[in-house]
C-alpha cells in the first residue's frame, strides 16, 4: 500500500480566514512533506519533516504553519493568505528523508484564495 | 545550485515508442526520479536511477549516464491514458531535497 491521504480535495477561504490541511500515511514512513504547485509548474518544497521534526524550511511564509502530531500525520495551518498563494497543495511521504527513497504523493488539495 | 532541463512539450503516436529527455546539473547527486502526472492530479511514481543504465517497468525503461547529467523515460506500446506531463526529479545537494524540472506534456494521438 502506497497510500498517501489529503484533506480536504477542495478549499476556498477569504483572506482573513484560518483553515488547516490534512496528510495521512500509514506506511511506517518517517519524512512527509509538504509541496506547492501552481498551474503548469513543477512542485516546489515548502517543509520537510523528519521523524516528526521539521527539517527543512524553504523560506515559507509564516503564514503557512506546518505540524505533524504523530508519525502518520502532517497538518498544514494557513492563516491570512493571499490571492497568490492559490495553489495545488501536495503532501507526500518516504521511507526514510536519509537514504534513496521514492517519495510518494497524495491527491493534493486544490486552494483557491479569494 | 541544480538545474534540470527536459522537452515542454512532445506527441506521439498511439502504439509507438517516445523518449523523453533529461539533462541535469547538481551537486552531490543522490538518483534521478520520474513522476507521471495527469492533469489536476498528484504526481505517481515511475522509475528511480541512482547507478548507470537502463531500468525497465513494463512498458516503462528509463536511463541513466551520471558522467552525462543525462536520463531519459521510454514509453513503449503508447496508449491514449498516457497522455500526462512527465517530470524528472533529481534528489542531491546540500539538504538532499527532491527538485523538479518543469516537465514534458505529452500528447498522444490516435
Known amino acids: 500500500d502506497t497510500e498517501v491521504t489529503q484533506t480536504p480535495k477542495h478549499l476556498v477561504m477569504g483572506m482573513t480566514n484560518k483553515k488547516s490541511l490534512k496528510c495521512e500515511q500509514h506506511?511506517?514512513?518517517?519524512?512527509m512533506y509538504w509541496y506547492k504547485q501552481k498551474a503548469k509548474k513543477p512542485p516546489e518544497l515548502m517543509f520537510v519533516?523528519?521523524?516528526?521534526?521539521?527539517?527543512i524550511n524553504e523560506s515559507v511564509p509564516s503564514r503557512f504553519s506546518p505540524e505533524c502530531p504523530n508519525s502518520s500525520l502532517l497538518n498544514l495551518h494557513l492563516h491570512a493568505l493571499q490571492p497568490e498563494d492559490s495553489a495545488l497543495y501536495l503532501c507526500?511521504?518516504?521511507?526514510?528523508?536519509?537514504?534513496?527513497?521514492?517519495?510518494?504523493f497524495g491527491p493534493g488539495t486544490r486552494l483557491l484564495v479569494l | 545550485g541544480q538545474n534540470i532541463d527536459q522537452p515542454t512539450e512532445m506527441t506521439a503516436t498511439e502504439g509507438a515508442i517516445v523518449q523523453i529527455n533529461c539533462t541535469y546539473q547538481?551537486?552531490?547527486?543522490?538518483?534521478l526520479f520520474w513522476y507521471q502526472q495527469h492533469a489536476g492530479e498528484a504526481p505517481t511514481f515511475l522509475s528511480y536511477?541512482?547507478?548507470?543504465g537502463l531500468e525497465e517497468k513494463g512498458r516503462f525503461s528509463s536511463f541513466l549516464s551520471r558522467s552525462k547529467g543525462y536520463s531519459y523515460l521510454l514509453l513503449k506500446e503508447l496508449q491514449m491514458k498516457d497522455s500526462a506531463s512527465y517530470l524528472c526529479?533529481?534528489?542531491?545537494?546540500?539538504?538532499?531535497?527532491?527538485?523538479f524540472g518543469t516537465g514534458t506534456l505529452l500528447a498522444v494521438q490516435p
Open positions: 547538481t551537486s552531490g547527486f543522490n538518483g
Open positions: 506506511m511506517g514512513h518517517r519524512a
Open positions: 519533516y523528519s521523524y516528526e521534526k521539521l527539517s
Open positions: 526529479a533529481v534528489r542531491g545537494g546540500a539538504t538532499n531535497k527532491l527538485i
Open positions: 536511477n541512482v547507478l548507470d
Open positions: 507526500a511521504s518516504s521511507q526514510d528523508p536519509g537514504q534513496l527513497e521514492t517519495q510518494y
